[in-house]
């Protein structure tokens, strides 16, 4: 487990300020003849769900649009990682899922945050919700970007 987070926490770094490009089949997607054309599907119910979530458990420390915390690339006073945006602005995209569900699930300070695991909080479906509304802030070409890198790394290349 040591060893996945140290993981999760170098990907973070290696790809926190990079430029920013973005679910699978679970969320949705539908797709045209082209991966350019791939958009979130549009699911008032899960996008309701995950904002109602997101309010509730996310908004205090990501901002009530997913602006993250000013200066979010930088360390607080106490040397922790500040919430980071997930409206699209920040690095979430460049996460396939199975990372940013366990980063929801574990949190982030074994990584230097101060996000606390919301595992026993918050169900997988709930988490996914939450992942929908975020994603549905994202620019079109972010998602696109990440529906692409989230199937290169479900397919192992």
């Known amino acids: 487990m040591l060893k996945k987070m140290i993981f999760i926490f170098v990907i973070l770094l290696l790809n926190g300020c990079s430029e920013q490009v973005p679910v699978n089949s679970a969320h949705n997607v539908s797709s045209q003849n082209e991966e350019s054309n791939v958009r979130l599907k549009t699911d008032p119910v899960k996008y309701t769900r995950g904002l109602e979530l997101y309010q509730k458990n996310c908004a205090t420390c990501h901002g009530k649009q ?37 980063i929801i699930r574990n949190g982030t300070m074994p990584l230097g945050g101060n996000m606390p695991p919301w595992k026993d909080k918050l169900s997988d479906s709930q988490i996914e919700d939450i992942l929908y509304w975020a994603q549905t802030q994202w620019p079109k070409e972010i998602y696109q970007a990440w529906f692409r890198n989230n199937k290169e790394v479900k397919e192992g290349r």
């Open 66 to 102: 997913a602006e993250g915390a000013v200066y979010w690339q930088n360390r607080d006073e106490n040397g922790q990682y500040k919430p980071p945006p997930l409206n699209g602005s920040g690095h979430t995209w460049h996460h396939p899922k199975h990372v940013l569900m366990d």
